[in-house]
């Protein structure tokens, strides 16, 4: 019983904090703690990393141990010499002095391998930030269309009140009052799909984020996403800045830099290659033409040996492989210079496209201020004339419905113009 208690408590903390609203930083960081491409990208670098070790550990020297037993049967050619069986042991050590620097290159290449890895793994962290913030931002406004077609729905719904006691007054007519229910069934309709609209949003997040109850889930808007906090970038700038800073530019330098340590590398195969060899070792042999044999261990320490020597390779033909080599390597700093270049077009378009694109949500949401004034404006004149007897319900209808549609359409351009304007500091 104790124990259940102490269970209840620990799991009491968990469940206040799952009901508390999420921020956007909380659901980025959940995302990248679960997302599997983040992981697979974290597994693809620490491969890159384990390469570039090894390339550095080349440079250490051979060190491996061998030992054989042999049995002889039949006749030897020196009936002298005729061993019934032979055992060896021995060390053998080898040092690269010399090759063409290939060794060295590899090093480079790899560690730009493992950079260029380490920038793919950055970027793919930025795309979901961004998509996550996509994802956050489509949340808030689905909430406030929510909150509007409530709104407009309560309005309804007091204009029902006030003339259910007209009716029984017999001061209105009964058909204006079911006008009035007819309109509160078709924004009860409105309220229901914004509100299953702010339901998937809450879901896309949610499968997004891989976290399950997305029931229960929300979210609270940052303290920063007002007009006044926000600063819309120039394209020219936030490109010139992106070009140093962003991760899939770095990473396309990185490669290129590898593709020209790849170049020298298959350069290096011109040169001679010059090693240093070691070996030391011992045997022992059980002669069937002699009357006796010394021992084991006797012949193991008679028989120790040791040879120390330089070993030089001079390419001279190989099938013009190396040439051929050499020309692939080219191609492929051609390949990683065409790649580059295609990074920094996708990038500057990416940049343009949100650049205009918040310049547009900009306008659309001053013109729609102006025209939410307006509509209110004029629906306040037209609700006072069909108070008074002078507008019909009609013409009371239209006025609600252009004002909710200024409203909608305000709040979405608001929330494009947001997007944008954090998009472009992402991309900086």
Request: charged share 25%.
């Amino acid at each position: 019983m104790k124990k259940n208690i102490i269970i209840a408590l620990l799991f009491v903390p968990l469940l206040m904090m799952a009901q508390k609203p999420w921020t956007l930083q909380q659901c980025v960081d959940t995302a990248l703690t679960n997302n599997r491409t983040v992981k697979q990208q974290a597994l693809a670098k620490n491969n890159k990393d384990i390469a570039y070790e090894q390339a550095r550990q080349n440079l250490l020297p051979n060190l491996n141990a061998s030992a054989s037993q042999n049995w002889n049967f039949g006749q030897s050619v020196d009936k002298f010499i005729n061993p019934k069986n032979s055992t060896s042991a021995g060390l053998n050590a080898q040092l690269t002095l010399f090759d063409g620097m290939k060794m060295k290159y590899s090093i480079d290449a790899s560690k730009e391998d493992m950079m260029a890895a380490n920038a793919d793994l950055e970027k793919i962290k930025q795309d979901i930030t961004m998509n996550v913030a996509l994802g956050f931002m489509q949340i808030l406004l689905n909430k406030e269309l929510l909150q509007i077609a409530e709104d407009q729905l309560a309005l309804t719904r007091t204009k029902i009140e006030q003339r259910k006691g007209l009716v029984a007054a017999g001061k209105l007519a009964e058909g204006e009052l079911l006008d009035l229910l007819a309109q509160e069934a078709k924004e009860e309709m409105n309220r229901l799909q914004a509100e299953n609209t702010l339901k998937l949003s809450l879901l896309d997040l949610a499968q997004y984020l891989e976290i399950d109850n997305f029931e229960k889930m929300d979210v609270v808007a940052p303290d920063n996403l007002s007009e006044s906090d926000l600063q819309l970038l120039t394209a020219d700038a936030v490109f010139q800045s992106a070009l140093t800073h962003r991760p899939e530019i770095k990473g396309a330098e990185y490669r290129l830099k590898s593709s020209e340590y790849n170049v020298l590398i298959a350069k290096g195969n011109y040169y001679p290659s010059l090693s240093l060899g070691a070996n030391y070792g011992t045997s022992y042999y059980n002669l069937s033409n002699l009357p006796t044999n010394n021992s084991f261990a006797q012949q193991l320490s008679d028989n120790m040996s040791a040879q120390i020597g330089l070993s030089l390779r001079v390419p001279i033909f190989n099938k013009f492989e190396v040439r051929n080599g050499v020309r692939s390597a080219e191609l492929g700093v051609k390949s990683s210079k065409i790649s580059m270049d295609n990074a920094k077009l996708e990038l500057k378009k990416s940049i343009q496209q949100a650049y205009y694109n918040a310049l547009g949500a900009k306008s659309r949401w001053d013109a729609s201020k102006k025209s939410e004034v307006a509509s209110r404006e004029a629906y306040r004149f037209t609700n006072q004339k069909y108070e008074g007897g002078k507008a019909t319900l009609y013409e009371l209808y239209q006025a609600k419905s252009n004002m909710t549609q200024v409203l909608s359409e305000g709040v979405q351009a608001k929330y494009q113009y947001f997007f944008r304007v954090k998009m472009l500091e992402l991309l900086k």
